[in-house]
């Protein structure tokens, strides 16, 4: 039903209460911020000022009528082919489907490309939330500047630039849930604010003196070690005891060897139908092949080596060679140590050896005798500025590498 407010929002406000579980779109002559957020907390769908675009209105009446038949069916086979016969996954999605029904925050580990965000979709999706909202958020992909204010909002003049009021993430997500993938790269101005809002249920926009209640269910990702982050000042140690309550670590492909042959027949399938190519069957040998390949890139690396198959290849059939798997593939990662940067991560001792052998350095190597020979003439600021990285980041490589910053007798 679509409905405009007018100036009569009560009467809209107990037509939506009397209307439920009935879906109800506003189209308001008097459109504002305030007004919209009551009404989505009550229940409605979406909410536009007029005069709205027709497409848009009916993107979004088809939205709401087509998961009960497309979405619904089509979702069932892709979770199972994610889920797999593998024991490890079936008892993690066991785990899963029990988080669903709770109202906990979750914490979800895993290496890159595990399928941390198709996990956290499942939840949403078997909660009782699922007709609300799910706001998912890459905490690595926004600048450190912008992330409060993406995250909690701000209002009209509370910095340079805001010359409008704006709904933060997690005030978007009232109702429903928010996804924060990656919250190991939070920054520390970030993590005290998110936790006043996991232990009050509370958000406070950058430059507002009110502060507003919301309902949102928090699931958390990362593929770093938060256990032993929180030891350093990198992580704060009370967040992360809040955000591990539900904690479910998704296992590696190289070990889910059983599933490997069903996830690649569904992603054939749907990376055929995506890209409108022939789905391509593989041969014995392809399947030997992606049986003993060690998968650092996970689940993800599996699907863009398909698609680049399905694209390149000229037989009817997959053959290794359209697969084009490294002969020396990077050892596999698992979760990343503590003190491992995400912007820029060294390779591992094993690495070493072989460059030391061919008369090269490795990474490692390079930045420990930079460190060393530099130190003594060179302040942290131009250390890190020589070697192209952060304070932070060269911090955390000093911790991993036992090299601790000597000062001389005297020094601050």
Known sequence: MLLDPGRNEAGVKQLINDLHPLPVFIHAQHASLRSAVDLMKLGARDYWPKPAPLRDLLRAIKRVAGPTTESSAASAPAVDAFVGRSSGMRSLMNMANKAAKARSTVLIIGETGTGKELVAQHIHQASQRTHKPLISVNCAAIPETLIESELFGYEKGAFTGANAQRLGLIEAADGGTLFLDEIGELPASAQARLL?????????????????????????????????????????????????????????????????????????????????????????????????????????????????????????????????????????????????????????????????????????????????????????????????????????????????????????
């Open 196 to 412: 006043r809002f996991i232990q009050e249920g509370e958000i406070r926009r950058i430059g507002s003196v009110e502060s507003a209640s919301v309902d949102v269910r928090l699931i958390c990702a990362t593929h770093r070690n938060l256990m032993e982050l929180e030891n350093t000042d990198v992580f704060r140690r009370d967040l992360f005891h809040r955000i591990n309550v539900l904690r479910l670590e998704l296992p590696p492909l190289r070990e889910r060897g059983d599933d490997i042959e069903g996830l690649t027949k569904f992603l054939i399938k749907r990376v055929s139908t995506k890209l409108q190519l022939d789905a391509k069957p593989l041969s014995p040998d392809a399947k030997k092949a992606l049986s003993s390949y060690p998968w650092p890139g996970n689940v993800r690396e599996l699907e863009h080596t398909i698609e680049r198959a399905l694209v390149l290849a000229d037989g009817e059939v997959l053959e290794p060679h359209d697969l084009n798997l490294p002969d020396k593939p990077a050892k596999p990662k698992g979760i990343a140590k503590p003190f491992a940067s995400a912007s820029a991560v060294i390779e591992p001792e094993s690495t070493a050896s072989s460059d030391t052998d061919s008369g090269e350095l490795s990474l490692e190597d390079y930045f420990q005798r930079f460190v060393l020979e530099n130190q003594d003439a060179m302040n942290e600021t131009e250390i890190a500025q020589k070697l192209g990285i952060s304070r932070k980041c060269l911090w955390e490589r000093r911790q991993r590498f036992d090299l601790p910053r000597t000062r001389k007798k005297g020094g601050a």
